[in-house]
């Protein structure tokens, strides 16, 4: 199951910006865990960042699109957005 999460934020590409334990573009994925963990919607927050056109803006300043998870299979998103809380 952790392989599983692990190759689709792999095949979407969202190790170009974030890292499980390290600041990269953006935020790790366990500052990310730290921030929302603790809101008692916290597995919607972390999903809709990956599954709703927004703008994000990283520490430089510049804004990008966040990228879109590319599958349609709720269960992954739903297993996705877990694991990154588990950090």
């Keep these: 199951m952790l392989e599983l999460r692990k190759h689709l934020a792999k095949s979407n ?5 974030h890292s499980v334990d390290k600041e990269k573009k953006w935020l790790s994925f366990q500052k990310i865990s730290l921030k929302y963990k603790s809101k008692a919607n916290s597995q919607i927050l972390v999903f809709d960042a990956f ?5 994000v803006k990283f520490a430089d300043g510049s804004e990008d699109n ?4 590319d599958t349609t299979d709720v269960n992954s998103k739903n ?6 809380l588990s950090q």
């Design 66 to 69: 966040h990228k879109i998870i």
């Design 13 to 17: 590409s969202c190790f170009k910006c």
């Design 51 to 55: 599954t709703k056109d927004r703008k």
């Design 79 to 84: 297993n996705l957005s877990s694991w990154i």
